[in-house]
């Protein structure tokens, strides 16, 4: 009879599942037994990869202590199962490496193939203005979402939210990536989705500090300058980075531009704005993660050698640096005076998920089915 041979079904699907599950939690164990035999205090690179694979020179430098850990871009993504067998590659040469990716959604997601496409920040906004609560369930559903897809694939952390304004400057490297020019709104919908985020048992990373969206130039490509004072910026573009210390945001990047009223220096390497007014005023007691030091917004400070001392002595905790050429030439220098970053340990992914799971549960379709709702509305 049918019923019988339905139910026969899903009683397969239930065994498939906790088989499924068993099998996560011994790999989530043996992992983090080999996390607790290495060195607690990594190095301060993160590094990018060249491809999709590990090259015999790749799987040499991630066994340098100078090295923290790995951040993907497109270039290393085909699927979800090469992003795994690329993962456990990683973690067999070194299962303490912090393992991240900007997953923010709209433009800027790595990886598309097999994961859920999340929208760009502002379409949030746009959503809240219509229905307010319904937004801010939505956004807190879509960071566990974006959360327990990584942390399910071995990677430990996504480096969002946008915490800038939207200030309409489609040229300066963020626009849509902004919640609102309103910082009332940026604070409230970021909010939610750093609870979603922390929920999965991922960290949330809030950027870029203390705000990008004035400017109408990109750090990608060159040095921008914000002519503001220290208190217009405090008024409007700080609000949303307190209210996220004040959620307990585990870590910020700062901002590759010059605030010439408030230092001569870019934020980045800025020891008045990370020190004196991030750790101090603002009392962040979290990590500060360079945003990439190959920016050319990076390169006025001097070269690679100089731009990562000097952002330490600003006090960044942790340095992203793409470029492999790079990477070579700044490890003697790191080599000669070993720096460790104690905080990267808070920064690993606390959840372990086995992916058929989250594929079944309630909470993926309800938040699949009201995204694509939204992206209906916003078309």
């Not at 456990?88 to 912090?98: F, Q």
């Not at 010439?260 to 390497?269: E, G, I, L, N, R």
Request: aromatic share 6%; proline share 4%; charged share 25%.
């Amino acid at each position: 009879p049918r019923h019988k041979r339905g139910r026969k079904q899903r009683l397969l699907r239930q065994c498939n599942a906790a088989i499924q599950r068993v099998l996560c939690m011994v790999e989530s164990r043996t992992l983090l037994g080999k996390q607790q035999h290495e060195q607690e205090n990594n190095g301060v690179l993160i590094i990018g990869l060249e491809g999709t694979v590990l090259t015999a020179e790749e799987k040499v430098l991630l066994k340098n202590p100078s090295v923290a850990g790995v951040i993907f871009y497109g270039r290393n993504f085909v699927d979800r199962q090469q992003l795994c067998r690329i993962v456990s590659e990683i973690r067999d040469i070194r299962a303490s490496l912090l393992l991240m990716v900007d997953q923010e959604g709209g433009r800027v997601q790595r990886f598309k193939r097999d994961f859920t496409l999340l929208p760009p920040a502002s379409a949030y906004a746009d959503y809240y203005g219509r229905h307010p609560r319904e937004a801010l369930q939505l956004v807190q559903d879509c960071g566990w979402l974006m959360a327990v897809e990584l942390l399910s694939c071995g990677i430990d952390l996504c480096l969002a939210p946008v915490l800038d304004l939207n200030m309409g400057h489609v040229n300066n490297g963020i626009g849509d990536r902004a919640i609102s020019s309103d910082p009332m709104i940026v604070s409230k919908l970021s909010s939610s989705w750093i609870r979603g985020v922390e929920e999965a048992g991922m960290a949330a990373v809030g950027k870029h500090f203390p705000g990008h969206g004035s400017v109408t130039k990109d750090s990608h490509f060159t040095l921008p300058r914000d002519e503001r004072s220290l208190d217009t910026i405090n008024s409007c573009d700080l609000i949303p980075f307190c209210d996220a210390i004040k959620a307990g945001i585990h870590a910020i990047i700062p901002a590759h531009v010059v605030y010439p009223k408030v230092d001569d220096q870019p934020a980045s390497f800025s020891r008045v704005w990370l020190k004196d007014i991030l750790r101090d005023h603002l009392a962040f007691p979290g990590t500060i993660i360079s945003d990439s030091l190959t920016m050319k917004g990076a390169a006025s400070v001097g070269d690679y050698t100089v731009r990562i001392e000097k952002a330490l002595a600003a006090g960044c905790d942790l340095l992203l640096l793409k470029n492999q050429q790079a990477v070579k030439e700044v490890i003697p220098w790191l080599t000669q005076r070993p720096v460790t970053c104690s905080k990267s340990s808070c920064l690993r992914g606390r959840g372990s998920y086995c992916y058929a799971e989250v594929l079944s549960s309630d909470r993926y379709h309800n938040c699949k089915a009201r995204l694509d709702h939204l992206y209906k509305a916003i078309e």
